[in-house]
């Protein structure tokens, strides 16, 4: 880091006595030959030339390294010491008053072409330097993403609702596109431009979080019994779980649906609701055979 603070300083330096040798050269150059004139001004064209991209490489490689992108950046100084060589070759060729019209139309009309044929991949670029300056979420951590691009399939319950998201654990943060885990074990791969105008729940990061489960009781079992056996249950196997309340929330003709809710720390929230699952069913259980078996069964 400090050696590049030092070559971002000379460069500033050398620009400083480029400058000072132009006004200079304007000041002698009736008592030189033409060119000799544009050998100097050749030579000082690519000597601040140099020292600008210098500069600017540096300055990406710092930001690069204050961000924990270092490897990401990589490309991207690589990319610009090209463009930035090409423009100062152009830049030489005009000093030595050869006509570069033809060149500059040629690469205005190629940047053109490039720029449209990688919008996309300059987008997920741009979206990813953000998101690693912005720090919305790290490598490890548990998140929710909420993009209309991807949703849940339908839910599994019968009364279940489907929510538009995706819970994933972060694996790295790339230049083009974030790798995450999902939580049935399987790798993917999201477009940090997708990513960035994205909502995202940062599990980890989150205090407190509602929770909540539904279980299908048949209509021969009592709510207030079930709820009086589960409350007997939650006092030894919810530890850690507050504000734990359960109501009806849904009534079929031989079944019914108890929501059950509780206030768990956000990053354990889906322990939280096995457990709230688990309790559920052995207060059901407990209360042995009094509702009918079919009201298990999905109804055709």
């Given at each position: 880091?400090?050696?590049?603070?030092?070559r971002?300083l000379?460069?500033?330096?050398?620009i400083?006595?480029?400058?000072?040798?132009?006004?200079?050269?304007?000041?002698v150059?009736?008592?030189?030959?033409?060119?000799?004139?544009?050998?100097?001004?050749?030579?000082?064209?690519?000597?601040v030339?140099v020292?600008?991209i210098a500069?600017t490489?540096?300055?990406l490689s710092i930001?690069?390294k204050?961000?924990?992108?270092?490897?990401?950046m990589?490309?991207?100084?690589s990319?610009?010491?090209?463009?930035?060589?090409?423009?100062l070759?152009?830049?030489?060729?005009s000093?030595?008053?050869i006509n570069?019209?033809?060149?500059?139309?040629?690469?205005?009309f190629?940047?053109?072409v490039?720029?449209?044929?990688a919008?996309?991949?300059?987008?997920?670029?741009?979206?990813?330097?953000?998101?690693?300056?912005?720090?919305?979420?790290?490598?490890?951590?548990?998140?929710t993403?909420f993009?209309?691009?991807?949703?849940?399939s339908m839910p599994?319950?019968?009364?279940?609702?489907?929510?538009p998201?995706?819970?994933?654990?972060i694996?790295?943060?790339?230049?083009v596109?974030?790798?995450?885990?999902?939580?049935?074990?399987?790798?993917?791969f999201?477009?940090?431009?997708?990513?960035?105008?994205?909502?995202?729940?940062?599990?980890?990061?989150?205090g407190?979080?509602?929770?909540?489960?539904t279980?299908?009781?048949?209509?021969?079992?009592?709510f207030?019994?079930?709820?009086?056996?589960?409350?007997?249950?939650?006092?030894?196997?919810?530890?850690?779980?507050?504000?734990v309340?359960?109501?009806?929330?849904?009534?079929?003709?031989d079944?019914?649906?108890?929501?059950?809710?509780?206030?768990?720390?956000?990053?354990?929230s889906?322990?939280a609701r096995?457990?709230?699952?688990?309790?559920?069913?052995?207060?059901k259980r407990?209360?042995?055979g009094?509702?009918?078996?079919?009201?298990?069964k999905?109804?055709?």
């Amino acid at each position: 880091m400090e050696q590049q603070l030092v070559r971002v300083l000379a460069g500033v330096v050398l620009i400083f006595i480029g400058a000072l040798a132009v006004s200079l050269l304007h000041v002698v150059a009736p008592s030189l030959t033409p060119d000799t004139v544009i050998a100097i001004e050749l030579a000082i064209t690519a000597a601040v030339g140099v020292a600008i991209i210098a500069i600017t490489a540096n300055a990406l490689s710092i930001y690069g390294k204050a961000i924990n992108a270092q490897d990401e950046m990589h490309p991207i100084i690589s990319l610009f010491r090209v463009v930035a060589y090409s423009l100062l070759a152009i830049a030489m060729l005009s000093v030595l008053q050869i006509n570069i019209t033809g060149i500059l139309a040629g690469a205005g009309f190629l940047g053109i072409v490039i720029g449209l044929a990688a919008q996309s991949v300059l987008g997920n670029m741009l979206a990813g330097l953000q998101m690693m300056s912005s720090k919305p979420f790290a490598a490890g951590e548990r998140v929710t993403i909420f993009a209309w691009q991807y949703t849940k399939s339908m839910p599994t319950h019968l009364h279940g609702a489907m929510v538009p998201g995706v819970t994933a654990v972060i694996k790295r943060i790339g230049l083009v596109y974030t790798e995450l885990l999902e939580e049935g074990g399987a790798v993917a791969f999201v477009p940090n431009s997708v990513l960035n105008q994205a909502m995202v729940i940062n599990h980890v990061r989150t205090g407190k979080a509602h929770v909540d489960a539904t279980i299908t009781l048949g209509t021969g079992y009592a709510f207030k019994e079930f709820e009086r056996r589960f409350n007997a249950l939650a006092r030894t196997r919810l530890n850690g779980v507050d504000d734990v309340s359960m109501a009806v929330s849904y009534v079929d003709l031989d079944r019914y649906g108890v929501t059950i809710r509780c206030l768990v720390e956000g990053n354990d929230s889906e322990r939280a609701r096995n457990r709230l699952f688990e309790t559920a069913l052995e207060a059901k259980r407990a209360m042995g055979g009094q509702g009918p078996h079919k009201a298990f069964k999905r109804r055709t």
